[in-house]
């Protein structure tokens, strides 16, 4: 039995008394441990060696091997995830503590490059950076599609009052419709960004259908109006052709009266003396006269009088 001080322990209740002995469970006094002599954590400086130089990192020993990385990225270059600590040749967690792995002051740890865990993390980067482009994409579609969704309400609202829209502007925006239909086709994501695509597909979808309605309605407007207005044209012409005969008929009447007073003049008076060179003169004046004046068509009532 070793000599020394013994421990004073109260009698029956098993306590000790002094701060440098403990009682265990099991009846066994020993020594109290100085590390755990208070709940407050205390600050190691552990040496760890990253190729072929030592660095000596400050930290707190409760502190997780994750925590330490962080720590360490900052003077080696290098980034926490691709990173691992081997302790005791063997390689630590970043979850794991370091006070429970036994790590103490002046520990020595080694750090080394992980391949692998570099590979992971550049694969999900790049993974990360597609699915925010897809993103960004979808934004500035959704964007656009409510821009050409005013236009699509405006056109409706004129159609459905009555009104009429010049179908080159519905052919053009529905054009602009289906080319952000396209881009919509050639994003590519899954979860989220996938969902958040299908709804601006069926949006899309829904007003390039509600253009096609209002097409149709205004095209069947733009025939009545030409029927209409071809109609008009008719009934004026109709008219001015019945004008135009009467008074046709009028001035063939007033010609036709015309002779009958001359022959009844020459029939009341005395005969004239007739020559033949008179009769070639009046021939020849009235042919210029004829040959002059234009001819014009005889209607049919025309009433004919034949003179003896």
Known sequence: MNTGTSPSIIGG?????????????GGMVVQRRTDQSSDTPRVIRVRVKYLSVYHEININSQSSFGELKKVLSGQVGLHHED???IYKDKERDSKMFLDLCGVKDRSKLVLKEDPMAQEKRLLEKRRNAVVEKAMKSITDISLEVDRLAGQVSAFETVINKGGKVEEKSLVNLIEMLMNQLLRLDAI?????????RKMQVK???TYVETLDVLKVKNSTKKVDINKSVR???????????????????????????????DSGASSSGTPA????????????????????????????????????
């Open 188 to 196: 590519t994501a899954d979860g989220d960004v996938k969902l958040k």
């Open 13 to 25: 209740g098993g306590g000790v008394s002094g701060n440098e002995w403990e009682s265990r469970p």
């Open 83 to 85: 990173m691992k600590i």
């Open 203 to 205: 949006r899309v979808q």
């Open 273 to 308: 003396n007739v020559t033949n060179n008179n009769w070639e003169t009046m021939f020849d004046s009235t042919s210029a006269a004829k040959a002059v004046e234009p001819v014009k068509p005889v209607p049919p009532r025309f009433k004919w009088e034949f003179f003896d």
């Open 231 to 261: 109609q008009k044209p008719q009934k004026t012409q109709t008219q001015y052709q019945q004008r135009d005969l009467l008074s046709f008929v009028d001035e063939g009447e007033e010609e036709q009266e015309e002779p009958r007073r």
